[in-house]
């Protein structure tokens, strides 16, 4: 069995920051890929970062420069750091893996991210 548990959600003013993290345990051979997804009220799921075995990362046109995804190197942990933020960023996030097998993914419970304008 492999959980993802994700911490460092809050609320925090338009123009701060916020530092998410998540870490993977249980029963785990190889990861694949970890990243980042969210969504807002009303909206679907969303994908905000995801970083590579590899090391490659890429972002959503709406938070490069902004957000900055970043791993261990065992990849089971998997942090992003979340500066500038906009209320428009107000979500649950919640944190994604592809674990043991490149086509098998795993989810965290999500955290709630709010920015007060």
């Known amino acids: 069995q492999v959980q993802l548990v994700e911490s460092g959600g809050g609320v925090v003013q338009a123009g701060g920051s916020l530092r998410l993290s998540c870490v993977a345990s249980?029963?785990?051979?190889?990861?694949?890929?970890m990243g980042w997804y969210r969504q807002a009220p009303g909206k679907d799921r969303e994908l905000v970062a995801t970083v590579g075995s590899a090391g490659t990362t890429a972002y959503a046109d709406s938070v490069k420069g902004r957000f900055t995804i970043s791993t261990d190197n065992t990849m089971r942990t998997v942090s992003l750091q979340m500066n500038s933020l906009k209320p428009e960023d107000t979500a649950i996030y919640y944190c994604?893996?592809?674990?043991?097998?490149?086509?098998?993914?795993?989810w965290g419970q999500g955290t709630q991210v709010t920015v007060s304008s």
């Open positions: 994604n893996g592809a674990i043991n097998y490149s086509d098998t993914y795993y």
């Open positions: 249980g029963s785990i051979f190889k990861i694949w890929l």
